[in-house]
Every structure is written in C-alpha cells, then in structure tokens.
C-alpha cells in the first residue's frame, strides 16, 4: 500500500534530521493518511478512500465528495478515484437529462 493521498497525490517528502551538534541525516515526512468512507449523493453508496487529513478538510469546505471531484484536476486523482468521478459525471449526466425529459 503505497503511502499516497488518493485525491490530492499528495506524498512523503525527504528532509534532514537536524542535531543539536547540527548534524543532518536524512529522513522522510510521511503525509497523515487515513482510510475513510466518504458519501456520495450522485451515487447513493459509500466509497472507500485513502486520504489525507488535509484532503478531507477540503472535501468538507466544497461541500461534499462529489463537489470536490467536480473541481479535481484528473492528473492529482489515483485510478480509483478517478473512476469514481467519471460515475458521479455519468449519474449527473442522466439526472440532467431525466430532469429534462419530466
């Protein structure tokens, strides 16, 4: 399980450990991930996700999963992620047109 964030791509980062002799070795600075069900309405169903805490704040400023992947650029989203944005499109799609045709 690799550790990226699913919907920011968001990944470990290398730095220094900084003694008090000032003596460097390297390290890594993993982001904070945590595995999650977040709803989504165009869908009606759960999806699994792992993602940062930064990214799920976000999710919750837009107003929900399927508002955040509206606006998500396709090249940050994992293949899972972004397998479920074409289906909230595909649904919103259909409810566009169902809502035409009534």
């Given at each position: ?13 290398v ?11 390297k ?5 904070n ?13 759960g ?8 990214a799920?704040?976000?999710v919750d400023?837009?107003?929900g999963?399927?508002a955040?992947?509206?606006?998500a650029?396709?090249?940050?989203l994992?293949a ?10 595909a649904?919103a799609?259909?409810?566009?047109a ?5």
């Amino acid at each position: 399980m690799s550790r990226i964030c699913e919907l920011t791509g968001k990944g470990p980062m290398v730095g220094n450990n900084v003694s008090h002799a000032n003596n460097k070795t390297k390290r890594r600075f993993l982001p904070n991930l945590n595995d999650v069900t977040l709803q989504s309405e165009a869908l009606g169903r759960g999806v699994k996700l792992r993602i940062s805490a930064a990214a799920l704040r976000s999710v919750d400023h837009r107003g929900g999963l399927d508002a955040y992947l509206a606006k998500a650029k396709d090249n940050e989203l994992s293949a899972r992620a972004l397998k479920i944005k074409k289906e909230v499109a595909a649904k919103a799609a259909s409810g566009v047109a169902d809502a035409l045709t009534d």
